[in-house]
């Protein structure tokens, strides 16, 4: 399974928004869809959200409301977007990509680092 590559992140005020792209092959086709994840300086990895090909979205409780995550199936890409960004949302984001049996073996992005000042 091919590796994803993220983009799109960046500094950005309080109040403002990004939009990440995530490119995974075969995403269009893969039943166990994409997520994308953050991890803070010093914090574990968290799950932000999900979407699968069939168009079905899920987000974690501190990011419902603000982010969107949607996807381009002709072109295998997933993007993530990021509003009312607060300095809280400061991570390295990475997305992942699953296959095999109960979607068990993933690969990592290297990610992209998203910075919100005050």
């Known amino acids: 399974q091919a590796q994803p590559v993220e983009s799109g992140g960046g500094s950005v005020q309080a109040g403002g928004s990004l939009r990440l792209s995530c490119t995974a092959p075969?995403?269009?086709?893969?039943?166990?869809?994409v997520e994308w994840y953050r991890q803070a300086a010093g914090k574990q990895r968290a799950w932000v959200s999900s979407i699968m090909p069939t168009g079905t979205t899920l987000y974690s409780d501190s990011v419902k409301g603000r982010f969107t995550i949607s996807s381009d199936k002709d072109n295998d890409t997933v993007y993530l977007q990021m509003s009312s960004l607060t300095p809280e949302d400061t991570a390295m984001y990475s997305c992942?990509?699953?296959?095999?049996?109960?979607?068990?073996?993933?690969?990592w992005g290297q990610g992209t680092q998203v910075t919100v000042s005050s």
């Open positions: 075969g995403f269009a086709s893969n039943p166990c869809g």
């Open positions: 992942k990509t699953s296959s095999g049996l109960m979607c068990r073996v993933g690969v």
